[in-house]
């Protein structure tokens, strides 16, 4: 079974969603359970790739992998394969994408369109993923992208704002531009290094992203002009300053559990794909371009910070901090070195897990209060203490406080930005700290201190609550236990850093 | 003489002779008409694989047969075309009938003009020489100029007609003038490349004697005849700046008909192109590519910009065949790179091109016949009332806005690459400018989905499907989701582009 393992993990949402089509519109329930059902069957395997990985192996060879030729003559193969850099993403998606099938089983509205689409999302994430084939990758991550406009647009919520009105269905089509475009120049730097690979003699040109690491010979100079297509391709998906206005608009349209996916791990697509396939791809160009990429991490980092702070909506204020936390990840590979890149690693997978507790926790108040904005919530504390101690636990761990995920991440890129001579970037980064510890205790303070409503309010269920339970487990066991994450990513961090110093 | 590779046209040709007489001896329903139609043309399709599978060696072997007069070219590519020109006049053919007995057009004109202008195309298809290509081109045009005004009581019709008859002479002329031109540059009116002695000896049936191959050199008068040579194929293929003619005429033919100019014309076009600029002219692409570059990126900015405004079904998907024409040429300019590529993006493009748009515009005959419109608007709530019609518009249009994992995506990936091996890696803009205007024309495309899926409407009820549009829409349907992504399309386009 060992060899398709991969293959099943990704294609397992796909035939669930294939399967759902079959189901009557009426029966609700059973589609629910089938999409559970193929959700868990990915969440398991990812554990299990998890658990199975080979942590000694070292270096950038691939395990797991699985081969088929799939249009020869422009050399696409079907290529399946797992290293330290995406086994913490798969691991991340398989737990992200099961919380999100158990979050949705509030939807009543075109249920079995709805899950379908999820379904196809989903699998479009794991295939993102898991494949080391370009050409497989860029269809994979519009498959992640573009039902996203419908789910936005059908299952989304407005947002009315005293003046400022921000209608879902302009959301879905920002969205759904600004991701196309990524997309775009992706494909643009990814054709520029399949014809300018400059292959060793008698190797007919592939899209397979391990031959061309392995064999390519792009000269410098065509690496300085692809790194940056390729590198805002990807940061706009990331959401990095200035590219980020669709992620705000777009995270607090979409629907709760959509909101997860997306800051969960439609954005760590972006930091994966800066890591794997910009930094891969064009290691000199890399090597050129990354002070100027620490600058817009800086950026990302303060300007979300603060955008931040002047929120009253509950998922804008989430959304900003996205921004801003992604800002570390680019900071992080912006050191070159092997424990700048883990730490990003680590802070992508942190913050994948922090965001979707943080957005769960929103939905779930937002339909027993029927509000998102803040000001109006005040000393819900009172009436909801599990939802709130839930959300007080997922914002601590958002600003690192020490013994869960999000410190260990911190930490190691701060580190990180000292020993590798960047003192003032890591200045500044700590510095930020104060920002994100500020509206963080803000919106909790403002959230759910102070007078208590009138209004009778019920806490959470215990259905309701499990999938934010599960995902404050996870933050609390790798603050804690970080080798677990650790081990699996150094030797492969280590292998990119040497590629970016030769 | 071999008349086996000549069989589809004679056939076909002789076909439509009979449909045309059993109308004129009168048939109370019409109906019978198309049935006869279709299976000719099924029947033709048939002599087309037969032929292709039939003579394995012959897909090895380059070039084809001549016949004495004409150069005439039957080999694999030509195959592949006339097997493309057959499927597009099968599934216009399909979706047609219905709608011209719900407008009460005449069917006995219809029926044998589509199988003449076939013929027509195929000829294209096969042209070796000017002359038989001028032929062929007015064996499509003609017919294509009565069908557009069918709908004489229409006064959009007739002005359809009439605007795409002056048009057609207008471009005719000039493309004539071009081949003049062009013969007295090379003294030759074969384009296809091969040597002189052979030549002559398909030709007159002797190697006694002198003939000019068809090896033009670079030279300004040269240079001039092609212009006006890709002026009158562009103009058939509604590529900017000649594509003033087909939004109005768009809009004003009936509906299936429009369905046959927005792909028919163009396959032929494109087999024009293959044959005349890749094969005939391939040597000297560095003087003609450019003027293709600068065509295809007029109309991607003219067609998808002008796209964006359109309410009306027609004229949008008039403006977006316009920059779906230009994503092909800038494949085609690809011929200065890697020329295998090139041909294959082409072929398969085309042939993509061809059923999304037969797709996109079956629905919208289906829905123009129950809402009595042809405006977007009027698509309100088709998720809810007809799912099935809105998923298959949904794909068809997601893959027009090349969308993985959706044929249309890897038809513009083929393109680009082809483009990006030509542009010498420094002219990337090219290919730039191409993605991000593939990523505007989502504005347009989403436009249509929006209408169907996030607005109600309870005025009309769901859409009931004819058979014959069943057969059309899964055939296009299952064409959009599975030929880019399985394999055995692309070994056969590989084979054919050999």
Redesign the interface.
Known sequence: MEPVILTIMTLSPLLGAFLILFLPREDEWNIKLLATFSTFCSFLLSVYVFVAFDRNLGSGSLQFLEKIT?????GISWIMGIDGINLPMILLTGIISFVCILVSFSIKERCREYFILTLVVLCGVFGVFCTQDL?FF??F???AS?PM??LI??WGSNKKDGAREVRK?YSA?KL??YL??GG??V??GI??A???AGLPQGMARTFSLNDMINYANLARG?QI?LFPLIFIGFAIEAGTVPFHTWLPDGHSAAPTALSMVLAGVLLKMGGYGIMKIAIGLAPQGAHFWLPAVAVLGVISLLYGALCALNQTDIKYMIAYSSVSHMGIVLLGISTQSAMGLSGALFQMFSHGVITALLFAIAGLLYEKTKTRSMPDMGGLAAKMPFIASLFILGGLAALGLPGMSGFVAELLVFMALFTANMPLFGVLATGSLVLTALYILRAVQRMFFGEPPDRPLQDGQSMELAPMIILVLVIIVLGVYPKLLMDVMNSSTAYLAELLHI | MNLVSLSMEIFLFIWAVIVLAIDLVGVKRKKTLATLSLVGIAIDALLGILLLTGKTAFLQKPGGEFYAGFVYISDPMSLYFKELFCLIAFIVLLISSDFLKYRSLPQGEFYPLMLFITVGMMMMASAGDFLLLFISMELISIPLYVLAALDRGNKASAEAGFKYFVTGAFSSAILLYGISILYGCSGSLVFIKTSAQDMLTILTGSTQGNLNAFSPTFSGALMLGLVFVIAGVCFKLAAAPFHMWSPDVYEGAPLPVTAFISVGPKAAAVAVLMRLFIDGLGDISSGWAPVFAIIAMLSIIVGNLAALRQNNIKRLLAYSGISQMGYLLLGLVGITGDTH?AR?SVLFYIAVYSLMNLAAFSVAILCSMYYDSENIQDYRGLSKKSPGLAAIMLIAV?SLAG???LAG?IGK??L??SA??AFN?RL?IF??VA??F??IS??YY?RI??YM??TDDETVGPIVIPGSFKVALSITALAILFLGLT?PF??LV?LIAR
């Open positions: 799939w249009i020869k003559g422009i050409f860029v269809i991550y519009e498959m573009i406009y419908f647009s059908i269905d089509l759904t531009i196309q475009l775009g120049l494909l643009l054709l520029g399949y014809f300018l065509v002009i | 590529l294959v997601l969308i993985p994992p995506f990936f083929y680009f690459a990006y091996s890696h990337v290919v730039l993605i991000v593939s990523v989502l504005f989403l989905l929006k899926y996030f394999p692309h070994q590989e």
